[in-house]
């Protein structure tokens, strides 16, 4: 049975196809956690890159709706990098936690067409399993209160990646819609076609491709690309307080200075280089092939394959 949206709800999705068709449109997606360290600014700087020289539309979407783990300050912190860095996006900001009754109405209509199940596993029960073997599939649950805890919502996940990634939560116990919902409906939404985003999130395609085909609509092309290690090979995190560019401004580096050292990071310039966001596009314009061979795709099962 196919998943039948009302009116207005499909109406979104139709839109979301007619900005696609119209040309090229990535985005960025960062979570305001805190500031955002030198990963997360070559990441952006690759995905804005990949947008210009499409000749593209590059939007901005700030993902706040986990409210425990946002941090004061944070988003202004975002804006002014990007700002500071001459990332510019195109459009308004977005931020999920305005755009909470949009998931929620298609939350409801999967709920009410039974696409959903309450799920009370905890994560102690899953001893840590990447795909959810079903359990609470075959249990009369319940939707209410139990033990002062509700249940998850998951979504009955059809072939090929039932056997990929399981049921997949679209509403959390604690009440917070889950990230795969409310990303899989942005980029349908928005029209976006082409998302380029770090390597580590290679795993969360097969999870969200899953989410889009329930509601019968193809995914944008996904694109991962290098993270940025530190001096032990381990990839730079806000938990372990990376560095922030506000510490490079105090240092007195210029902007130039720190898209020419991602660049360099990557072998696009020459180390030492000092150069503008811009100046970096210009160079790329006529060499693109240098910038599409770091970047790379994920098949159905999110394993990584070529990107062509």
Not at 216 to 236: E, I, N
Request: with cysteine.
């Amino acid at each position: 049975m196919a998943l039948q949206l009302p009116d207005h709800l499909s109406q979104v999705l139709q839109n979301g196809q007619r900005l696609r068709q119209q040309g090229y449109r990535g985005r960025f997606a960062p979570t305001p956690s805190g500031p955002l360290h030198l990963g997360n600014v070559r990441t952006a700087l690759l995905s804005w890159l990949r947008a210009r020289l499409s000749n593209g539309q590059w939007l901005l979407r700030v993902d706040d709706l986990d409210t425990p783990r946002i941090r004061p300050g944070a988003i202004e912190s975002v804006l002014q990098d990007l700002r500071w860095l001459g990332l510019n996006w195109d459009g308004p900001l977005f931020l999920q936690s305005r755009r909470r009754g949009l998931y929620g109405s298609f939350l409801s209509t999967f709920r009410r067409q039974g696409y959903l199940y309450p799920c009370r596993c905890s994560r102690r029960q899953l001893g840590g399993a990447t795909i959810y073997p079903g359990t609470c599939s075959r249990l009369d649950q319940g939707w209410g209160l139990r033990d002062a805890r509700l249940p998850a919502w998951r979504l009955r996940v059809a072939e090929p990646y039932d056997t990929v990634v399981g049921d997949v939560v679209l509403r959390r116990a604690d009440g917070v819609i889950a990230y795969h919902l409310a990303t899989s409906i942005d980029e349908l939404a928005l029209g976006i076609n082409e998302v380029v985003r770090g390597e580590d999130l290679v795993s969360v395609c097969a999870a969200q491709r899953a989410v889009m085909t329930s509601l019968g609509m193809a995914s944008p092309r996904y694109g991962h690309v290098p993270l940025l290690l530190d001096t032990a090979g381990q990839k730079l995190s806000k938990r372990d307080h990376a560095t922030g560019l506000s510490s490079l401004r105090d240092r007195g580096e210029a902007a130039a200075q720190v898209i020419g050292q991602l660049a360099a990071s990557l072998g696009l310039v020459s180390p030492a280089c000092a150069i503008s966001a811009e100046e970096l596009l210009e160079e790329l314009r006529v060499r693109e092939d240098k910038l599409t061979s770091f970047i790379v795709g994920a098949d159905s099962s999110g394993k990584v394959r070529d990107y062509s």
